[in-house]
């Protein structure tokens, strides 16, 4: 599977939007991105995922570049709550295994 | 209440000791993974199954140990070949498709006596 960088922290204020990089430069054309966050001591919470369009939900947006090298995790308006590491994560369908790397530390502050 | 449910929340170990964490799932799906985490870093694989009946390792294997006889459950033995047991576990579980989206426990931290 491709692996991910991403920032190791970053700040946001509350109501806000957060928007968090991800670069995967060496991800393949059957390979998804997915994004997970968990908050601390909690089991890891599935947030979004795309291959190549962008995808939004209740949650979040995701903005994946058209060569597919980077994408932008977009929380709209941050709450308190959102304090979590955010893990980007690019999948191959057929492996069943997700890679979890360090992930960003997203600090919301009022 | 659909979910996965794992226990105990807190575990301890004796040296030599081989203990065992519970993964119960609700959602019916054939998929279930066991991973470890250490304090400050990412969650690593240990187990995986795709089907009843069968698993296959993940990337940190050595001194644990896996059953999976049915679909609900997915119990990990940490054995006492496991020289570094301290850490968070946790469980998940996924429908097996072209998609896979993980949910996961709530872990089980385990510690050293």
């Known amino acids: 599977d491709a692996k991910t960088t991403q920032p190791t922290s970053m700040d946001c204020a509350e109501g806000r939007a957060a928007n968090l990089p991800c670069n995967h430069s060496t991800i393949s054309g059957n390979e998804y991105v997915y994004w997970y966050r968990q908050i601390h001591s909690q089991g890891p919470q599935y947030i979004i995922h795309?291959?190549?369009n962008n995808e939004t939900n209740e949650m979040a947006s995701l903005i994946i570049t058209e060569d597919r090298k980077s994408s932008t995790l977009i929380l709209p308006h941050a709450t308190l709550r959102d304090t979590a590491v955010y893990y980007c994560i690019v999948y191959k369908a057929a492996g069943n295994k997700l890679t979890f790397g360090g992930g960003t530390r997203v600090l919301v502050k009022p | 209440d659909g979910g996965i449910t794992q226990s105990p929340k807190y575990l301890f170990r004796k040296e030599g000791q081989n203990v065992t964490l519970s993964c119960e799932q609700n959602l019916n799906h054939d998929a279930m993974y066991w991973y470890r985490q250490d304090p400050g870093q990412g969650l690593r694989l240990i187990y995986y199954s795709q089907i009843v009946n069968d698993f296959q390792k993940g990337d940190i294997a050595e001194g644990y140990s896996v059953s999976r006889e049915k679909k609900e459950s997915f119990p990990l033995t940490v054995t006492s070949a496991q020289k570094n047991p301290t850490a968070f576990y946790l469980c998940?579980?996924?429908?097996?498709?072209?998609?896979?989206?993980?949910?996961f426990g709530a872990g089980t931290r385990l510690s050293v006596l």
């Open positions: 795309g291959l190549k």
């Open positions: 998940a579980s996924s429908m097996t498709s072209l998609q896979n989206i993980q949910y």
